[in-house]
């Protein structure tokens, strides 16, 4: 059975950082690409971040680019996400989801599968 599972997420103040991890297990994922989504309340989920299987393609959304990097470990099947710099308005449920690809994508229809997410709040 495929599961992914985050953590990291929690409450900081503006300007604090974060570091989100997304363990994968039940397969390997070293061939696919994995990202970060979130979705703030109200609002649809929205990529964040995305990482090919081999690692040396990133994609960022606008908002989150200088702040936050994606990584990946492949022998310990995790993947990360480095917050720094937060604002309140990156206030969200953060969602680790692996793709069907090994190219990065920012399509979230391109990824069967979810973990079940972690809140992270920045308080201004």
């Known amino acids: 059975q495929v599961q992914l599972v985050e953590s990291g997420g929690g409450l900081v103040q503006a300007g604090g950082s974060l570091r989100l991890s997304c363990a994968a297990s039940?397969?390997?994922?070293?061939?696919?690409?994995m990202g970060w989504f979130r979705q703030a309340p109200g609002k649809e989920r929205a990529a964040v971040a995305s990482i090919n299987s081999s690692g040396t393609t990133t994609y960022y959304t606008n908002s989150v680019k200088d702040r936050f990097t994606i990584s990946r470990d492949g022998a310990k099947n995790t993947m990360y996400l480095q917050m720094n710099n937060l604002k309140p308005e990156d206030t969200a449920v953060y969602y680790c989801?692996?793709?069907?690809?090994?190219?990065?994508?920012?399509?979230?229809?391109?990824?069967?599968?979810w973990g079940q997410g972690t809140q992270v709040t920045v308080s201004s």
């Open positions: 989801a692996t793709a069907s690809t090994s190219w990065a994508t920012m399509d979230p229809t391109r990824y069967p599968y």
């Open positions: 039940g397969r390997s994922f070293s061939g696919y690409a």
